[in-house]
């Protein structure tokens, strides 16, 4: 859980003041950067609005701190979220049907 301290550590908060803000104690906080125990959900969520940053990063599975989609429509986030559950095929396929929607205009 390093990447709560990292987090924390950038934002000039100390244990304690990130205790307060999640409701937890600061031997708790200490725990979750010494990675003895792992953030409920609940606190993940917080976290992430703390920060500014996903849960993913939060938890080390991701390098990208955050997707831009305050820059994207609802259509388009749900454009988005049905093409990443397309399989490879029917992604190659989306694609190509975009491409022709605009070469066509």
């Given at each position: 859980?390093?990447?709560?301290?990292?987090?924390?550590?950038?934002?000039?908060?100390?244990?304690?003041?990130?205790?307060?803000?999640?409701?937890?104690?600061?031997?708790?906080?200490?725990?979750?950067?010494?990675?003895?125990?792992?953030?409920?959900?609940?606190?993940?969520?917080?976290?992430?609005?703390?920060?500014d940053a996903s849960i993913d990063y939060i938890l080390g599975l991701s390098d990208v701190k955050r997707l831009p989609l305050a820059d994207y429509s609802p259509d388009e986030i749900n454009l988005l979220a049905v093409y990443r559950s397309l399989p490879s095929k029917e992604k190659a396929m989306a694609q190509a049907y975009m491409q022709g929607l605009n070469d066509n205009k």
């Open positions: 859980m390093n990447r709560i301290k990292e987090l924390r550590e950038s934002k000039g908060m100390t244990q304690v003041r990130l205790s307060i803000e999640l409701e937890v104690s600061q031997e708790t906080v200490s725990a979750y950067e010494k990675g003895k125990h792992y953030p409920s959900v609940e606190v993940l969520m917080k976290l992430s609005e703390i920060f």
